[in-house]
């Protein structure tokens, strides 16, 4: 079944059914070989694909670099769709994918680089936080002191409000990998945030 | 909230969140981009097939040459078939 069919099939539930439809017409455009057809895509989806992409970074140069590499990613693997999700739930599957590789080369060079001063400089987050963008700042500060494991199970928990089955559904993990990432992230970020004053309380 | 923390941190976390949450992300134009390196990369896959080719002559005109040179030589040579067949003859 071609990705057109499987769409018509299916339907696009959750999406708003104009853009759905642009999107059938646009992914089998695409598929035979119109590349402006995909431009139309990437101009429809970049912002909540930045907005996404946002979570993974606060650099507004790799921000855009990641957009790219997920449209880049999508346009490669796009054979392979087979319509049975909205074309946006799809994206956002590989854009959380793109993330999580990243923070893990970032890990991995971060690994060096501390192996590397020996003596790592701890980052102190700043708590007098007033604004979004401060809030953000911060939350992306303390997510980044824990392995990329447990900060994507965290990002995902927190920010997108996920369940554990709909992390290891997405991610391709087990629903217990993801419970016991989140316990060990959560007990990790307590313990940062009452380092620095926030509560000394009991619960997880 | 900074002056009032919640008392269990997990619960600012949660407001932190929250917070950051309405965060406006920066302005990005991602197409052009993305367009020139889909188009880059196409152009690479549909010159695939040329570049084996170009390869794959490139590579026959070697050994073609590795047999022309020497046989062509001794054609050019009129001495070398004689020094081939006794080369003390001479002497």
Not at chain 1, 36 to 44: C, K, T
Not at chain 1, 180 to 198: D, H, I, Q, S
């Amino acid at each position: 079944m071609s990705a057109l069919t499987a769409i018509q099939s299916v339907g696009l539930g959750g999406l708003d059914s104009v853009s759905g439809q642009e999107d059938v017409l646009d992914i089998n455009a695409c598929l035979n070989g119109n590349q402006e057809a995909y431009a139309r895509l990437v101009q429809r989806y970049e912002r909540l694909i930045a907005n996404q992409m946002w979570r993974f970074t606060r650099d507004q140069t790799i921000l855009e670099e990641l957009v790219q590499e997920v449209f880049v990613e999508a346009y490669t693997s796009l054979p392979g769709f087979k319509g049975k999700s909205p074309f946006l739930h799809w994206l956002r599957r590989i854009a959380t994918r793109v993330g999580y590789r990243f923070w893990k080369n970032k890990a991995r060079a971060k690994e060096r680089q501390e192996q590397f001063n020996q003596n790592p400089t701890e980052v102190t987050p700043d708590y007098n936080v007033a604004t979004p963008s401060e809030a953000g700042e911060f939350v992306a500060g303390l997510l980044d002191e824990l392995p990329p494991g447990e900060r994507m199970v965290l990002t995902l928990l927190y920010f997108e409000e996920w369940s554990t089955q709909e992390i290891a559904d997405h991610m391709g993990w087990t629903r217990s990998l993801v419970k016991v990432r989140a316990f060990r992230a959560r007990k990790k970020l307590k313990t940062m945030l009452e380092g620095a004053g926030y509560g000394q309380s009991s619960s997880i | 909230m900074a002056n009032h923390p919640p008392s269990d941190p997990l619960k600012t976390f949660e407001n932190l969140v929250r917070q950051a949450n309405r965060e406006s992300v920066p302005e990005i134009n991602a197409m052009p981009e993305v367009m020139r390196r889909i188009r880059q990369e196409t152009g690479l896959i549909r010159e695939r097939p040329l570049i084996w080719m170009t390869a794959g002559s490139a590579l026959a005109a070697v050994a073609v040459m590795i047999f022309a040179i020497p046989a062509a030589s001794s054609l050019l040579d009129p001495l070398s078939a004689l020094m081939q067949n006794n080369p003390m003859s001479m002497f």
